[in-house]
C-alpha cells in the first residue's frame, strides 16, 4: 500500500475516522481523520494503539475440522450439508446463527437473507442483543422506529447534557472530548452524571448524581411529574403530534408523586435532584445521552422510555441541540439494527411481526420461505442449544463463551450442541475451543464495506492490509454456503453489490412510511462505493446528502404518526439482594480494553492502565469483610465465582462492586465476571441485566503470592490464580498459588533458564518467611524476574516493568533489582496514566507538586501526557485537582519492613544455578 486510506476504528459506537499508511514494513501509521465528521482527526488511546494490534494471534489461519486444516471446498461443503441435514430432519428452527456488531453491513444482511430469508427461520440474533436492544425497544414503542433522532453535533448545540448509565469517558472517549470541549468554549453548558458509580465522566459533571442501582425509571419519572407541575408541557407539539401522555402521567403521579419522594427511593440528596429537575425545567436545548448503563437491565426498555417521555413532553426532539441519544458499544452495533440481525426484525427496519413487511421483503428477495416469526433472543438461544432444541449453530466474529451471562450454561451448550461452526479473525478463543468446524474470517483492515455509527453515519471500512493465511470475507463464506445448500441470489462477487441490493430494498416501496431508506444510494458503481464519505442515513432522492435529524417535522413512524408517550411503572432489579448474596455486581469497560481483548490484548502500551483484572469495592464494604486493598478476592453468585484484585474506592457505592467485562481465559484463570452475571432479561428487549448481580465478597488468601516478568511467554502449572498482560518487550504475570514449591529456586530456573542461558542468575529466599527473589540479565539487560511471598505485599511493578526497556541497566539499578524497588535518586514512574507517552502517575504527581505543574496544558507541555487521544485528561485532571489518596502518594513501591532485602545483590552466572546454588537467605 503505497497511499493513504481512510477507514473507521473496528472498536466502538462512535465511529472514529481513521487514516492508514504504511510505516516500515510491518507497521502502520494511524491517525485521526480530520475530514470525518464524527471525530474530526480525534483519537482515543484503543485508536491511537491500533497499529500494535494489526499482527495476528500467530496461529495458521485455514480452515479447520476438528482442529486439523482442511480445504475451503471441503469446508463449505460440510457447513451446508450439516445444515442443510439437521434443517431437513428437524425443520428450520434446528438450526442458528449467533452473529456480532463486529461483522461489516454487508456481511450482517446476507447473514440475515440466507437465515430468515431461504432457510427460514428467525434464529438469527446478534451480541448486540446485549448491548442496546432495550434502546431497539424503547425507539420502536416510542417513535414507531428505531430511530436515533440526532447527532453528536447536538452536543455542542446543548444547554444541559444529561449522561446517564454512561462512563462515556472511557466507553466513549471521543465523544467525551467533544463533550468537555463544548463545555469548555460554552461555560454556561451544564452536564449531569447520573450514575451509582463516580466514574472518570464526573470529572466535567456539574453535578453528579449518585442514585441506587436500578432507580433510573423512578427518577426519570419524578422528573415527567415534575415537569407537568411546573407548566412546561409544550402543547402545541404535545397535542398536534403525540399519542397517551395522560396515561404517562399519571403513572408518574402516582409513583414519583413528589422530589422527596423520589430523592429517598433513588438515595439522593433532595436538593441534589431539584437542582437537576430545575435545570432541565428551564433549559430549552437539553440532551439525554444514555447507553449500557440504561439499557442493560431487566426493565431496559422501560428506562428508555422513561427518558424519551420527558423530550416528548417538552417537545425536545429533532431540533438542534436536543433529544434522547442512544449511544452504542460495537462499531457496527448500528448496521446490525438497520439489516435485521435482532432476531425479531427483518431488513431495512422492516418488522419479521408485520405481514405486509414479510410479504414485501419475501417478494423482494425472490423467496417462498420467508421466517413467519421472531426467532430466539440471545440468552434463550443458548438455553435451546442446551436443550438440544437448537442442533446446529454458527458463532461469527464474537465469543459468547466469555460475553454471555450465566457463561458456564453457554460452556455447557457449546460442549453439547451436535455440530458448533466458529467463523472468526482470531483462532484462539474461549468460544472457539468448542468449535468442530472453525473458518477464518478476514479481520479489520483486510475486509471491505460499511459501519453505522451511534448517530446513524454510514462510513467505510476498507481494506488496507493483505489477507492473512487462507482468510476469506464473511460475505463470502456466507454467500458461498447458502450456494452450496441450493439457495438463489447469493451470487456476490464484491461487498458493493451487496450495499447496492441492500439500499434498493431500504427503498423499495416504501413511500417515506419507513425511517431506514437509504435509496439515494443504490446503484453506486464500484468506483462511487470506493469513494463514499460518511453520510448520514436517510439517504433519499430529496435528502442526497444525508439528513442531521429526524422528527424535527413532528412525524413519526408509528400507525397514527405521532410520538408515543409509554406509561412506565418502575421496577427493582430482576434478582433481589439476600443474606448470601447482599452486594450489587455492575459490569462494564475498562479505558483501554475492548470487549474480550482480542485484539486491544496484543497492545501492550494497552495493559498499562489496568494489567490485571480487579475488583472496585467500597472501603466499607472491603473493611466489613476483612479484606486489603491490593488483595485477591473471590466474588460469587449463584452462579459462579472469579478471582480478581481488590481495588478500593470510594467511588463505589457502598453495597456495590465493578468488575470489568473484558478478561477470560486466556488472560486470566479465573476472571470471566459474565460467568456471574444473572441472566434475568428484560420482558421486551430480552436483554440481559448485566449492572445488577446479587454476589458476595471473600479474601482469597492462597498460600503464595508473586509476580514474574519475563521476556518469554511461560507456561504456569504450579499458580492456582494467574493473569497475564502484554507489557513493552516482556510478557506480565501475576500468580498465587495454594501449595508453596519445594524449592523456588529449582522452579524458577526450571521456568526461566534454558541450557544454554547466558544468563547472569541473582537470587535471594527466606525459606521461613516464604519470600523468594530471583532476576535474570542478559548482556546487561533485564531477562526475567520472579517475586515469591506470603502475601499480596510485594513491590509495584511498573519500575521494574520499565527497567526491561533499558538497553544497559546500571550499577544502581543492578543494585536494587532484588528490592524490587529504585533507590531515592532513581526514577520510579509509577502506574501508567498516559498510554500514549507511556506518562507514569508518579512522574505526574511530581511534576505537579515540585514543578509547579497545575494545569493540563502546562503537563501536557513539559510531559506531553494527554495532548495525543485525551483519554487520560480526566484522570491528569483528578491528580491536579489534589484528589490523591494517602496511598497514592507512597506509589514509589513499598515492601514490608520484614520483607528480605539486599544491598549489594550478586549476580551469579546461570550455570551456578544449580543444585548447590549458595542461596542468598536473609539473615
Ligand atoms: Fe475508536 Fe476510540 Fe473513536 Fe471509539 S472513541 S471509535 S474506540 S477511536
Redesign the pocket.
Known amino acids: 500500500m503505497s497511499k493513504a486510506v481512510r477507514t ?9 475516522g ?1 487514516v492508514v499508511e504504511k510505516g516500515g514494513s510491518e507497521t502502520w501509521v494511524i491517525k ?1 481523520d480530520p475530514v470525518h465528521p ?2 474530526t482527526g ?7 494503539a ?1 497499529g500494535e494490534t494489526i499482527a495476528g494471534d500467530g496461529c495458521s489461519l485455514s480452515p479447520s475440522l476438528d482442529g486439523k486444516a482442511i480445504g475451503w471446498e471441503q469446508a463449505l461443503d460440510l457447513a451446508a450439508h450439516r445444515f442443510r441435514e439437521t434443517i431437513d430432519r428437524h425443520g428450520p428452527d434446528s438450526v442458528a446463527f449467533y452473529v456480532s456488531g463486529q461483522l461489516l453491513t454487508e456481511d450482517y444482511y446476507v447473514a440475515n437473507k440466507l437465515m430468515k430469508g431461504f432457510i427460514g427461520s428467525g434464529n438469527i440474533d446478534t451480541n448486540s442483543r446485549l448491548c442496546m436492544s432495550s434502546s431497539v425497544a424503547g425507539h420502536k414503542r416510542a417513535f414507531g422506529s428505531d430511530t436515533v433522532p440526532g447527532c453528536y453535533e447536538d452536543f455542542e448545540l446543548a444547554e444541559l447534557i444529561v449522561l446517564t448509565g454512561s462512563n462515556t469517558a472511557w466507553c ?4 467525551y472530548r467533544r463533550i468537555a470541549q463544548a463545555k469548555e468554549n460554552n461555560p454556561a453548558l451544564k452536564v449531569v452524571v447520573i450514575d451509582p458509580r463516580q466514574t472518570a465522566t464526573c470529572e466535567i459533571a456539574d453535578l453528579h448524581l449518585q442514585l441506587k442501582p436500578g432507580s433510573d425509571s423512578l427518577l426519570f419519572s419524578g422528573l415527567l411529574n415534575y415537569l407537568e407541575r411546573n407548566q412546561a408541557i409544550n402543547h402545541a407539539f404535545v397535542e398536534s403530534h403525540t399519542e397517551g401522555m395522560e396515561e404517562s402521567l399519571q403513572q408518574a403521579q402516582w409513583y414519583a408523586p413528589s422530589a422527596r419522594a423520589v430523592a429517598e427511593l433513588c438515595g439522593l440528596a433532595e436538593d441534589d435532584l431539584l437542582r437537576f429537575y430545575r435545570w432541565y425545567l428551564t433549559r430549552e436545548q437539553v440532551v439525554t445521552l444514555y447507553s449500557q448503563g440504561i439499557n442493560q437491565s431487566s426493565s431496559g426498555t422501560d428506562k428508555v422510555n422513561a427518558i424519551i417521555n420527558c423530550h416528548l413532553l417538552t417537545g425536545r426532539i429533532g431540533r438542534p441541540g436536543m433529544g434522547p441519544f442512544s449511544i452504542t458499544g460495537q ?1 457496527n452495533a448500528m448496521g446490525g439494527r438497520e439489516v435485521g440481525a435482532l432476531c425479531n426484525q427483518l431488513a431495512c427496519h422492516m418488522d419479521i411481526e408485520n405481514s405486509s413487511h414479510r410479504e414485501l421483503v419475501g417478494r423482494f428477495w425472490n423467496t417462498q420461505n420467508l421466517a413467519a416469526e421472531p426467532g430466539l433472543t440471545a440468552v434463550d438461544l443458548f438455553r435451546a442449544v442446551e436443550a438440544g432444541e437448537v442442533k446446529a449453530l454458527w458463532i461469527m466474529a464474537t465469543n459468547p463463551a466469555v460475553s454471555i451471562p450465566d457463561g458456564e450454561q453457554v460452556r455447557r451448550a457449546l460442549a453439547k450442541c451436535e455440530f458448533v461452526v466458529v467463523s472468526d479473525c482470531v483462532r484462539e478463543t474461549d468460544t472457539s475451543s468448542y468449535a468442530d468446524l472453525f473458518l477464518p474470517a478476514q479481520g479489520w483492515g483486510e475486509k471491505d464495506g460499511t459501519v453505522t ?1 451511534s448517530e446513524r453515519t454510514i462510513s467505510r471500512q476498507r481494506r488496507f492490509l493483505s489477507t492473512r493465511g487462507d482468510a476469506r470475507p464473511d460475505w463470502w463464506i456466507l454467500s458461498r454456503v447458502a450456494q452450496h445448500m441450493g439457495y438463489p441470489g447469493f451470487d456476490y462477487s464484491a461487498p458493493s453489490e451487496i450495499f447496492n441490493e441492500y439500499a434498493r430494498l431500504s427503498g423499495f416501496e416504501n413511500g417515506g412510511q419507513r425511517d431506514f431508506d437509504i435509496s439515494g444510494l443504490a446503484g453506486l458503481s464500484q468506483q462511487e462505493y470506493d469513494s463514499l464519505a460518511p453520510l448520514q442515513w436517510p439517504v433519499t432522492s430529496t435528502a442526497g446528502k444525508g439528513t442531521r435529524r429526524l422528527f424535527g417535522d413532528g412525524r413519526f413512524f408509528t400507525p397514527s404518526g405521532r410520538g408515543r408517550f409509554i406509561p412506565v411503572i418502575p421496577r427493582a432489579p430482576g434478582e433481589a439482594l439476600s443474606v448470601s448474596y447482599p452486594l450489587v455486581l455492575n459490569t462494564g469497560r475498562v479505558r483501554d480494553q ?1 470487549h474480550t481483548m482480542t485484539r486491544t490484548g496484543r497492545s501492550a502500551r494497552l495493559f498499562g492502565h489496568d494489567s490485571e483484572p480487579f475488583a472496585e469495592i467500597h472501603p466499607y464494604d472491603a473493611e466489613a469483610n476483612g479484606l486489603d486493598d491490593g488483595e485477591l478476592v473471590t466474588v460469587s453468585s449463584r452462579l459462579g465465582r472469579v478471582v480478581v484484585r481488590a481495588r478500593l474506592s470510594e467511588g463505589q457505592s457502598r453495597g456495590t462492586l465493578f468488575v470489568p467485562m473484558h478478561w477470560n481465559d486466556q488472560f486470566a484463570s479465573k476472571a470471566t465476571v459474565d460467568s456471574l452475571v444473572n441472566p434475568a432479561l428484560d420482558p421486551i428487549s430480552g436483554q440481559p441485566e448485566f449492572k445488577h448481580t446479587p454476589v458476595t465478597i471473600h479474601p482469597y488468601r492462597p498460600a503464595w503470592h508473586g509476580f514474574l516478568l519475563t521476556r518469554e511467554r511461560v507456561i504456569l502449572e504450579h499458580a492456582s490464580y494467574w493473569a497475564k498482560a502484554k507489557r513493552e518487550g516482556l510478557w506480565h504475570y501475576e500468580l498465587a498459588g495454594e501449595e508453596v514449591a519445594e524449592n523456588w529456586s529449582d522452579l524458577a530456573k526450571e521456568l526461566l533458564l534454558s541450557a544454554s542461558d547466558q544468563s547472569q542468575w541473582g537470587e535471594m529466599m527466606d525459606r521461613a518467611a516464604g519470600y523468594y527473589r530471583g532476576v535474570s540479565v542478559v548482556d546487561g539487560m533485564l531477562q526475567s524476574c520472579l517475586f515469591i511471598g506470603p502475601d499480596h505485599r510485594l513491590p509495584k511493578r511498573d519500575w521494574l516493568v520499565r527497567l526491561f526497556a533499558r538497553p544497559q541497566l546500571t550499577r544502581a539499578e543492578r543494585m536494587r533489582l532484588l528490592a524490587g524497588v529504585p533507590g531515592n535518586a532513581q526514577e520510579d514512574a509509577g502506574k501508567t496514566v498516559c498510554a500514549c507517552f507511556g506518562v507514569g502517575r508518579n512522574t505526574l504527581i511530581q511534576g505537579i507538586r515540585e514543578d509547579g505543574l497545575t494545569s493540563t496544558d502546562a503537563i501536557g507541555e513539559r510531559l506531553k501526557a494527554g495532548t495525543n ?1 485525551g ?1 487520560c485528561l480526566s484522570e491528569i485532571k483528578t491528580l491536579i485537582a489534589g484528589q490523591i489518596s494517602d496511598s497514592d502518594t507512597q506509589d514509589r513501591g513499598t515492601v514490608r519492613q520484614t520483607a528480605p532485602y539486599v544491598d549489594d545483590p550478586i549476580l551469579l552466572p546461570a550455570d551456578n544455578v544449580g543444585s548447590g546454588l549458595p542461596h542468598r537467605e536473609a539473615d
Open positions: 473507521t476504528c473496528p472498536y466502538c459506537g462512535v465511529g472514529c481513521l485521526g464524527s471525530n480525534r483519537l482515543c488511546s484503543k485508536g491511537t491500533l466513549h472517549p471521543v465523544l462499531p455509527n475492548w487521544c483519554s
